[in-house]
């Protein structure tokens, strides 16, 4: 019966120790490299290019990275704003009029109007188009509100001086 009690007694013994084993947390990323980029020169939509823009990435992305894309819509008090897209526009009337689109692969991002009329948009929003590419790892999306660019760019500690221009 003792041997069975000192053997009970090692195992508990065992069990607790391995309890006290410090582990390295597997989820810890600390080379991930969070980049933006901006088109340099405004982009134009018209029907001879299918109101679509695509731009070559300076690098292949991970498969597992996510491109946020935002669109310059103004400014207020010398601060830009920025639009995520997508971004719809609707008629008086509550109907779409048309959307600001994107899909993006490991080396391109290709931006996109959709709309019944595309041809009878208003200028300002098919000429001089300026976007930012931010480019994340999805596991980093959790808990940061996409559509603020503003909040995109603190959350990964990213400043406005590393926007890297784009050429297309």
């Known amino acids: ?40 020169i405004p982009y134009n939509f ?6 679509k823009v695509n731009f070559i990435l300076p690098y292949t992305i991970y498969s597992s990275d996510m491109v946020l894309v935002y669109r310059l819509t103004g ?39 959709e709309g019944t009329n595309l041809s009878s948009l208003n200028s300002v929003y098919r000429i001089g188009q300026t976007f930012r590419f ?10 940061i509100d996409t559509y603020n660019y503003s909040a995109v760019m603190q959350s990964l500690n990213l400043k406005e001086s590393q926007v890297q221009n784009l050429n297309f």
């Not at 009690?5 to 090692?10: C, E, H, M, N």
């Not at 018209?46 to 109101?51: E, H, I, L, P, R």
């Not at 704003?81 to 490991?106: C, I, K, M, V």
Request: proline share 2%.
């Open 134 to 143: 931010v480019i994340i790892p999805a596991k980093l999306l959790y808990g």
């Open 46 to 51: 018209s029907s001879s290019n299918n109101y």
């Open 75 to 113: 400014s207020v008090n010398g601060n830009d704003l920025w639009e995520f897209l997508p971004e719809t526009h609707y008629f008086a009337d509550g109907t779409r009029d048309f959307s600001y689109n994107f899909d993006f692969t490991q080396n391109d991002v290709q931006i996109y109007l």
């Open 1 to 40: 019966m003792k041997k069975i009690i000192i053997f009970l007694s090692v195992i508990g013994i065992l069990s607790f120790e391995s309890c006290t084993i410090n582990e390295v947390d597997q989820n810890i990323d600390n080379d991930t490299i969070s980049e933006v980029y901006e088109n340099s």
